[in-house]
């Protein structure tokens, strides 16, 4: 279990892009609950792969609310910010400097 599952600590600037975004917290929940993790640019980058949920998930309101968003997480556990995106999957795994280890949430 990661830091940021257990308290999922946010920073200002988080809250603050939170806002400014619109981030639902049905939908923030949703994807540290399902999202995908990936590592790139220093940090661990949550959004959602829709192959990864169950089938009956996939095309459930809270993955299409869902789908296209990005949570950035520290090294320490903090939420560092959110942004949107509507290839967020491909923009994540291209960041990345190496092919991505993914790591499904729900997989273990």
């Not at 192959?51 to 320490?76: K, T």
Request: aromatic share 8%; glycine share 4%.
């Amino acid at each position: 279990m990661l830091a940021y599952e257990a308290d999922r600590h946010p920073t200002q600037h988080y809250q603050a892009r939170t806002a400014e975004r619109a981030l639902r917290s049905d939908v923030e929940d949703f994807l540290m609950t399902w999202g995908t993790e990936t590592r790139a640019a220093g940090a661990t980058h949550i959004t959602l792969v829709r192959r990864d949920l169950p089938i009956d998930l996939q095309n459930s309101e809270e993955a299409v609310r869902a789908e296209g968003w990005i949570i950035v997480a520290g090294d320490d556990g903090s939420l560092v910010t959110c942004y949107r995106r509507t290839d967020a999957w491909r923009f994540v795994r291209r960041k990345s400097q190496m092919r991505p280890r993914r790591r499904s949430r729900r997989a273990a």
